[in-house]
């Protein structure tokens, strides 16, 4: 039976490995050009052996400490905010159209008192009185 780091490596087992190398870059690990190094060295690896070298001297699951968040808020944060802040912005749209609905009722209301249509007098020519019997 062949050893493990002499068996080939699928296309799946080169991405993990790139994904692996990715997320170690973003931990501060390595810098871009060892990064981009060890990412060409992992896509043409052809053998577990070739991507076991390319990872040696990476933790194998990254910070093993409890680390303190420090920085960008959560993803379950950051979508409670846009949840919050896109409410808000309704409730606001929703009482600044009653308000414009308001003013413009009330201004229609002074129009038709100012030219007569009071009521009872609906539809009243504006300048004649009615006649008295």
């Known amino acids: 039976m062949a050893r493990h780091s002499a068996l080939r490596a699928s296309d799946a087992d080169r991405e993990a490995v790139t994904e692996r190398l990715r997320k170690a870059a973003g931990e ?16 043409r690896a052809r053998t577990y052996g070739e ?22 808020p959560s993803a379950r944060t950051a979508l409670a ?5 896109s409410v808000a912005l ?3 749209t929703l009482a600044l159209v009653d308000a414009a609905l308001m003013v413009m009722w009330w201004l229609v209301w002074v129009l ?10 609906l539809g009243a020519h504006p300048r004649r009185r009615p006649r008295m019997l």
């Open 28 to 43: 501060g690990r390595l810098d871009p050009d060892e990064l981009e190094e060890r990412l060409d060295m992992a896509l």
């Open 51 to 72: 991507l076991d070298r390319v990872l040696a001297d990476l933790p194998a699951t990254g910070v093993s400490l409890t680390r303190v968040a420090v920085g960008l």
């Open 112 to 121: 038709m008192r100012a030219h007569g249509y009071a009521a009872g007098r």
């Open 81 to 85: 905010l846009a949840t919050r802040v």
């Open 90 to 92: 309704v409730v606001l």
